[in-house]
């Protein structure tokens, strides 16, 4: 028996309406699935409500995938596929398996022989890195800093010289309710002349992304306290 489908579903970063950010293939597809694995079935429902199911969605079965679920669970989930069903995996990061324990269902189906399709949607790291105006041939993902500030403040420096000795633009997160600290030490530990691109409420109507270098920063620091924000930090080597 031929195994089903997984297909990767991005979801929107907010409260943007599902045709201005989710092309319309993705919406069909997502519609005629009836089996989900997701890190938040809550807003998975919700997700599901604005499309036109072909099923209705008291019948649609959602595994959940966070970081609570131990691996041998991850097995049962993609049982319907190995029975030939067409499953969807949705995450709560826009694209699933990017910064999402999703990968580890992902690497799981390529093991099973389990036909993998990701689809068009938004991802904030690539979409900040391509406003940034900074390095976009050489660049790394590192996800959250430390939270205590004497070792942020010092991962935050090992950053900026990785950047400066390799050319690359340097991306990370942080809790929205931590980003204005991770601001704060950010514009406090780096030199002046390094960059920083600050992009938060992407594809939202308050989006905004702006690059400027930290001696421009120190002189005023916008509020994105509890806003989606993603960090780049670019150490030109001449600087």
């Known amino acids: 028996m031929a195994t089903g489908t997984l297909y990767l579903?991005?979801?929107?970063?907010?409260?943007?309406?599902?045709s201005s950010i989710i092309?319309?293939?993705?919406?069909?597809?997502?519609?005629?699935?009836?089996?989900?694995?997701a890190e938040?079935?809550?807003?998975?429902?919700?997700y599901l409500k604005k499309l036109e199911l072909a099923t209705p969605l008291q019948d649609i079965e959602?595994?959940?995938?966070?970081?609570?679920?131990?691996?041998?669970?991850?097995?049962?989930?993609?049982?319907?596929?190995?029975?030939?069903?067409?499953?969807?995996?949705?995450?709560?990061?826009?694209?699933?398996?990017?910064?999402?324990?999703?990968?580890?269902l992902v690497r799981l189906a390529h093991k099973k022989g389990i036909k993998v399709v990701p689809?068009?949607?938004?991802?904030?790291?690539?979409?900040?890195?391509?406003?940034?105006?900074?390095?976009?041939?050489?660049f790394a993902f590192h996800g959250y800093l430390p939270i205590q500030k004497a070792e942020r403040c010092k991962k935050i420096a090992e950053l900026e010289?990785?950047?400066a000795v390799r050319n690359q633009t340097q991306i990370f997160i942080e809790t929205p309710y931590r980003n204005q600290a991770l601001l704060e030490?950010?514009?406090?530990?780096?030199?002046?002349?390094?960059?920083?691109?600050?992009?938060?409420?992407?594809?939202?109507d308050s989006e905004h992304i702006e690059t400027r270098a930290i001696s421009e920063w120190r002189k005023k620091l916008p509020d994105i306290n509890k806003r989606p924000t993603i960090f780049l930090l670019y150490r030109p080597r001449s600087s």
């Open 40 to 46: 938040n079935p809550k807003t998975t429902r919700q």
């Open 62 to 104: 959602i595994f959940t995938l966070d970081k609570h679920t131990k691996p041998e669970q991850l097995e049962r989930f993609l049982l319907p596929a190995l029975a030939g069903k067409d499953m969807g995996l949705v995450s709560e990061a826009g694209c699933p398996a990017v910064a999402d324990p999703g990968a580890l």
């Open 119 to 138: 689809l068009v949607g938004p991802s904030s790291i690539l979409l900040a890195l391509m406003a940034s105006g900074m390095n976009g041939q050489a």
């Open 23 to 37: 092309p319309e293939q993705v919406r069909n597809i997502a519609a005629s699935l009836t089996v989900f694995v």
């Open 9 to 18: 579903i991005p979801t929107t970063l907010g409260e943007s309406p599902l």
């Open 185 to 204: 030490d950010l514009v406090q530990t780096c030199e002046l002349g390094t960059e920083l691109c600050v992009a938060t409420d992407i594809t939202l």
């Open 161 to 163: 010289k990785e950047s």
